[in-house]
């Protein structure tokens, strides 16, 4: 998602050209394309499946929509099995019109519902907890302390965490919560990008890394301390970066991972 | 400001025609205004005045600027004074450029060197923490518990809090902050609008009360439980109200704090 304008098997060749080692495949990157391609292209590559993205969005006020979305997620879980994809990234979602706690406690629910095919496949889940900015819609997990209670609260090593700069950076208790994180075990993913200042757009403007006021170092340094030896992922949604020519992009992605992450 | 397009007079009259009892006044809407002029003007419409806005942005890599931020806020409560507003909101303020704790620092440092001045002019100082969305340069205050945490340290009576729904109404510990603000006596203002669903401006997209997603009427009966009894300020920034009718708007404000407040 990161070179939107490129089609996936260009991605994988290009990633490659530049010297990435792994990929994260949005669903709709790889629609009409079969598991066994998938698989071949990442081979060809020499690309590491990294994540597949995004199941979740388990709320709603609607009983109907929240089964909707468990049979989506399991089918998701089918989908990254085939492509032997081994994480799902959960965004949890939320329902504007119920409480919060309502939406947690629907997407408690539904991690339950689905963890035990998620084990069966040997796909693992990971929360991914969301900027406040998106509490309305997107995740009623807000804070790496939710996603902690909430992997505690399953204690299963199918269940786990992807952590990303951009939604917590500002979180005074980040380092203790990514300390706890590590001791549970439930590191399961990292992304970075960078807080552009200023911020002109909720959903489509992240900024490399050195664009921003992000301490990606930092914040790298103590998922390494708590024991994270995955993949830095670089994850920028940017309107301004997907206009670019992708080549000069991933040129810039490189530098940018090299000197400010 | 909720009114911008009125000036200062008209709303001043405006908002009496429609029962409104208190006003808070942003700096730029009085300048050239005479203190004598503000004070009649609420007297004639039977206002009282409840904050000055807004004091603040404190930290800065610059220590010039930090020292010139300072005597702003000063002049603010000599301003402040002469016009009798007895409470002075400061949004604390953030440098990019400087890690968020180091910031977190200035406006401690900062805030003890107004404090005393504020208590001899007899105007006390609110901390508005922010949403973290405004964590790159507006607040490096964001949420109630740092605002608690800031508000303990000093244990003065001329500091307190100001809380805003918009700013904290995701956060899963409201409740007990809003509680523990109370218990040590600084719930000191409460603004109140809403959070559009869909956001489209990260400053000037509020809601009225009751077009959004933010539970408004409990966490006002948690301000009142927890010993608040002040002015509810309708504090909404809103390019598509501000574009209305300003009497059209006022109407619509009154029916929302009515029926969703």
Chains 1, 2 share one sequence.
Not at 112 to 140: F, N, Q, W
Not at 177 to 203: E, S
Request: glycine share 8%; charged share 25%; hydrophobic share 40%.
């Amino acid at each position: 998602m990161t070179t939107k304008p490129l089609k996936f098997e260009e991605a994988c060749s290009k990633y490659a050209g530049v010297g990435v080692k792994g990929i994260s495949i949005w669903r709709d990157a790889v629609q009409g394309i079969s598991a066994a391609k998938v698989k071949n292209c990442l081979k060809e590559n020499g690309l590491t499946a990294v994540s597949y993205v995004r199941g979740g969005f388990f709320p709603s006020t609607d009983q109907a929509k929240r089964k909707a979305a468990i049979e989506d997620n399991l089918t998701m879980l089918q989908e990254a099995s085939e492509m032997e994809i081994p994480l799902l990234v959960i965004v949890c979602g939320a329902d504007p019109g119920q409480p919060l706690q309502t939406s947690r406690e629907q997407i408690r629910n539904s991690i339950g519902e689905i963890l035990g095919e998620a084990a069966k496949l040997g796909v693992r889940l990971a929360i991914e907890p969301l900027h406040p900015m998106y509490a309305d819609t997107r995740s009623a997990i807000t804070s790496l302390k939710q996603a902690n209670d909430m992997a505690e609260y399953f204690n299963d090593e199918t269940l786990g965490i992807a952590v990303d700069v951009y939604h917590l950076w500002f979180d005074d208790g980040l380092k203790e919560q990514i300390n706890r994180c590590g001791r549970h075990n439930n590191l399961y993913a990292f992304h970075i990008c960078d807080w552009k200042v200023p911020t002109t757009d909720m959903l489509t403007d992240r900024g490399l890394m050195g664009e921003g006021c992000i301490p990606v170092k930092q914040i790298r340094g103590w998922m390494e301390e708590a024991g994270f030896s995955g993949f830095n992922e670089v994850e920028i949604f940017s309107e301004r970066h997907w206009a670019l020519d992708q080549d000069r992009f991933l040129a810039d992605i490189v530098d940018a991972y090299r000197n400010h992450s």
